[in-house]
């Protein structure tokens, strides 16, 4: 049995990550949230509180800080206030914060959960990133990751910019306010026409929001409406549903979209990329099941990838398992399309605790241990003696996995089948997805034998990338795989500040925006 000696092999650089964070940390990091609605003089709720429950909505996307950023519309005027705070967003929205932000009576507002992927997780980074400029008063919120912001800074740096944050968001402001991005005909596609790698992004102006996703689109962005006809836009569509609003579209890659008072409109800063490169990673494991992420159902997709699973199973048609259990809460989709496909009986057997707080710490390895068991209760009565299949999302660094599936063991498992509903994370993600360095991720220049070796289960099966790819709406190609395959589309060791858009494309879209036309898809 594999489990008999599970946990000699191989030796991992895992302190960084060990001495640190919460266990979900140590896995992966989620990405951020954004959030836009110009609501207008005449809409029947503030723009507050829409972008507080919008935010509330999206809270799995970031944990680590939350803000609103608000314009009461009069250019010049009071301009542009918010409040951001460190925490979920119930903790930083308290109802004097709220209030407060509603006294001014604001006909617009944006929000961001935050979870840094560049950037320490300090107070200072809290987005929106509010920031005066030459041209007035401006609040950033960024979902995604810029490669060349480094380059970007260092550029700045040089011509004697002080920054105020660590975050790469900030090069965006210091860009557009730059005086080659605001000699252009429209600065902000200027100002995005430098930007290499995953943005989607909501900006406010005293007068009006624009919200852009990069020409991979990399991150989903959807525009919608509420019931009263005030234009939105979310990270997610979970957020329109919580908030009665529709959906109108996907924000499309390479589109900038303007909400004002004239309502809403569209225009082009670069053709979208070909091809495209949308986060297969946002369907296994980000974004919310209730959500439609680039055109397609996220709880779905999930079930497809456990049916895809049973699919690339033979060992298991020869001796099926008892049952199926999934790893709360990542693998219950996935498991139970695999039970479905299978006909093997779906349990949950390991029951989590949702009341263990992300501020847990953990300095010794005895007390990560007890911290996966608060964390996680494997219910004896059910896995005893049993053969069980476990579906999770994904293995990163393997090191709580690896705990896991010990507990499940020590439950009296007689044996634990790992199924695991993506492949192997090979590389690093530069994208807006912090999983770890390379030399921290458990497959990088190991088998799948190793990994289960490591892992210390009697079998391990990685979905294959075809069998992933198979169950997206898009065309594969359309899709970035880098972290599995290691295509990253663009240069990822070689950044520059210069135009990041090819000369001859730029002449394409470098004409007047179109006030008015399409932005609502009608
Ligand atoms: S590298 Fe992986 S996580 Fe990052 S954007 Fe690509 S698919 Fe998503």
């Known amino acids: 049995m594999a489990h008999n000696a599970p946990f000699s092999l191989p030796l991992l650089n895992t302190t960084r990550g060990l001495g ?14 954004v959030f836009g609605i110009w609501a207008g003089p005449y809409a029947q709720l503030s723009p507050v509180h829409s972008a507080y429950t919008a935010l509330y909505a999206q809270q799995h996307r970031g944990q680590e800080s939350a803000g609103i950023a608000t314009t009461d519309g009069r250019d010049g005027q009071a301009g542009i ?24 009576n604001p006909v617009a507002s944006i929000g961001h959960n935050r979870y840094s992927t560049t950037g320490a997780s300090l107070s200072t980074n809290a987005q929106p ?10 609040a950033v919120a960024h979902n995604g990751n810029l490669v060349n912001a480094t380059a970007l800074r260092h550029a700045f740096g040089e011509k004697g910019h002080i ?18 991005q605001q000699q252009a005909p429209d600065p902000l596609a200027a100002t995005l026409r430098r930007l290499q790698g995953a943005y989607s992004l909501v900006i406010l102006f005293e007068d009006r929001i624009e919200a852009a996703r990069d020409p991979w689109g990399w991150r989903p962005l959807v525009l919608g409406e509420m019931a009263d006809g005030s234009p939105v836009v979310a990270s997610e569509t979970v957020a329109l549903d919580v908030l009665g609003a529709k959906l109108v579209r996907e924000v499309e890659p390479g589109e900038i979209i303007t909400l004002d008072d004239q309502g809403v409109s569209s225009r082009r800063f670069a053709p979208e990329a070909k091809p495209s490169s949308m986060c297969v990673f946002e369907h296994v494991y980000f974004a919310s099941p209730a959500s439609n992420v680039f055109g397609q159902n996220v709880q779905a997709f999930r079930e497809d990838l456990g049916a895809a699973l049973w699919n690339e199973d033979p060992a298991m048609r020869e001796s099926p398992a008892d049952y199926v259990m999934p790893m709360p809460d990542s693998g219950r989709s996935a498991a139970n399309g695999y039970s479905r496909a299978s006909g093997i009986p779906y349990r949950e ?52 996995t690896r705990l896991k599936m010990r507990q499940i063991y020590e439950a009296g498992a007689a044996e634990v089948h790992l199924r695991i509903s993506c492949p192997p994370i090979r590389h690093p993600c530069y994208f807006g997805v912090d999983f770890a360095s390379r030399d921290q991720l458990i497959a990088n220049g190991r088998t799948v034998e190793d990994i289960r070796e490591y892992l210390g289960v009697d079998s391990l099966h990685f979905l ?29 060791e070689h950044p520059t500040t210069d135009r990041f858009v090819e000369p001859q494309q730029e002449r394409m879209f470098d004409m007047a925006p179109t006030p008015g036309t399409n932005g609502l898809g009608r």
């Open 20 to 33: 640190s964070s919460n266990l979900d940390d140590l896995e992966k990091k989620e990405k951020c949230a």
């Open 81 to 104: 206030g918010g409040h951001t705070g460190m925490g979920l967003v119930p903790e930083v929205f308290t109802p004097r914060v709220l209030s407060a932000l509603t006294a001014g």
């Open 129 to 138: 990133l509010v920031q005066t400029t030459a041209q007035g008063r401006v």
């Open 163 to 180: 920054f105020h944050t660590s975050s790469d968001t900030e090069v965006i402001i210091h860009l557009l306010a730059a005086p080659q």
């Open 349 to 400: 057997a390991i029951v989590p605790n949702r009341y263990v707080g992300r501020t847990f710490i953990k300095p010794t390895q005895h007390e990560r241990e007890t911290a996966v068991r608060l964390k996680l209760n494997v219910i004896s009565e059910l896995v005893r003696g049993k053969r069980v299949i476990v579906v999770d999302d994904s293995v990163v660094r393997g090191t709580t």
């Open 464 to 492: 294959s990338l075809d069998g992933m790819l198979a169950c997206a709406k898009h065309e594969p190609g359309r899709y970035c795989t880098a972290c599995w395959s290691g295509d990253y589309r663009i240069d990822v």
